[in-house]
T-cell receptor, first 110, second 110 residues
């Protein structure tokens, strides 16, 4: 049974629209992460969290917000989506820096 | 800021031949190194983790770490066509922020 799940798996949004990507983990890890993966850039860290109520900026936070309402859930929010945010987004959990990864969400912003 | 670079960008080997992938990093205080495999934009599967100089074997996958040379490698023994994927190197330190390389695309020919 998958320990890190993401929803939706695929999303098409319009420019200027609001998008929320959700992540749930059953590992009971304190740390959770949001990455995006683009050709030529590998995985880049957007936001991370040390526990419920905590959110921290990663390397490329501009245009993104994060929310950690509970130990299990970590959301990534695009208030005003832009075509440059078209990407594959991965959530991860792990107290040692990296742990299990979710299956990814493919987001297309038209 | 940590820089992680992988080489080669792509590699083609015949089934059964050894495959060797390289990863260099810039932060000499890094102490946590992982190799992941990713099939076609799916989630990441951790192959081997290594934390001290030397080698670590997990089945057909062996990681070699030389922190003095800022280098970690992955060797795949007897690769199979099902090993065809993108291989990612991930490096972190006590700050828990992980930096990924851009990946090596491996193709194993039958």
């Amino acid at each position: 049974e998958a320990a890190v799940t993401q929803s939706p798996r695929n999303k098409v949004a319009v420019t200027g629209g609001k998008v929320t990507l959700s992540c749930n983990q059953t590992n009971n890890h304190n740390n959770m992460y949001w990455y995006r993966q683009d050709t030529g850039h590998g995985l880049r860290l957007i936001h991370y969290s040390y526990g419920a109520g905590s959110t921290e900026k990663g390397d490329i936070p501009d245009g993104y917000k994060a929310s950690r309402p509970s130990q299990e859930n970590f959301s990534l929010i695009l208030e005003l989506a832009t075509p440059s945010q078209t990407s594959v987004y991965f959530c991860a959990s792990g107290d040692d820096g990296t742990g299990g990864f979710g299956p990814g969400t493919r987001l297309t912003v038209l | 800021q940590q820089k992680v670079q992988q080489s080669p960008e792509s590699l083609t080997v015949s089934e059964g031949a050894m495959a060797s992938l390289n990863c260099t990093f810039s932060d000499g205080t890094s102490n946590n190194f992982r190799w992941y495999r990713q099939h076609s934009a799916k989630g990441l599967e951790v192959l081997v983790s290594i934390f001290s100089d030397g080698e670590k074997e997990e089945g057909r996958f062996t990681a070699h770490l030389n922190r003095a040379n800022l280098h970690v490698s992955l060797h795949i023994r007897e690769p199979q066509p099902s090993d065809s994927a993108v291989y990612l190197c991930a490096v972190s330190s006590n700050t828990n922020k992980v930096v990924f390389g851009t990946g090596t695309r491996l193709q194993v020919l039958p």
